[in-house]
């Protein structure tokens, strides 16, 4: 397939770049593992989706409900108190928005306040009204592997052929999509690194990206600061802390853009912005002969 080709529907400004976008990531939370608590005032979390802009992303991630491992759900009324003004509040600066949500209920509200895209961490399996709400938005889709909720997902973790079994279930969900209405080229593909994955299973799904390919739509990926990276950069089995491993998201961002992938899902942007460049001129360098 085409490198870095997105989904259909994106605003002109994210295609054609011929290089992976940067997706920076809010989480209007008290409870994210890496940035939670940052966010809940609206004004420094559209001051800071604002910021990460300046800094090389190309559109911001906004998300209201946690999917630590092991996180309980909250209110459909409280997400969306979290959620709207943030994407409000961005898309009146000109800052294009996603909205990480499960629910089609905050999918349509994050809609009418401007969010360009859908991306659903379950592939639509949280919430049956999920895939009618995209069709009739005729926006972007991510969907993302899934098999369950954060309380659940620890004991899911498992796999005889992590990567096989990843590429059957997300498949699964595309062509669910497809058949409740979600056009096909409306679609991304992301393997969920980190849910109802134990560390290794993420490395098998990165060193397995060409199979992923292989299903023909664009690849996310979110790495970022993500627990596996914590394990590997381990020192006498402590992990760093969860901002001291963008670093090794930096390295991901580059080998992923530099395999293909169209979009990756950052915390701290400015590196990832670098590594996506550095990938593209590599990618060009070879083209050129
Ligand atoms: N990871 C998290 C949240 N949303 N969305 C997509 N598409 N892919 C991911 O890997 C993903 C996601 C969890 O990380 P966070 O708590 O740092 O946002």
Known sequence: MEPF????????????????LVMGVINVTPDSFSDGGRWLDPGIAVAHGIEMLRNGADLVDVGGESTRPGATRIEVAEELRRVLPVIRGLSNAGVPVSVDTMRAEVAAAAIDAGAIMINDVSGGLADPGMFACVASAQLPYVVMHWRGHSTQMADRAKYVDVVDEVCAELSERFEAAQSAGVEMQRMALDPGLGFAKEGDHNWSLLAGLDRLFELGRPLLIGASRKRFLGELLSVDGRAPAPEERDRATDAISALAAWRGVWCVRVHDVAGSAQAVRVASAWRAGGTRG
């Open 5 to 20: 080709a997105g989904p259909a529907g994106l605003p002109t400004q994210l295609t054609g770049l011929g290089r992976a």
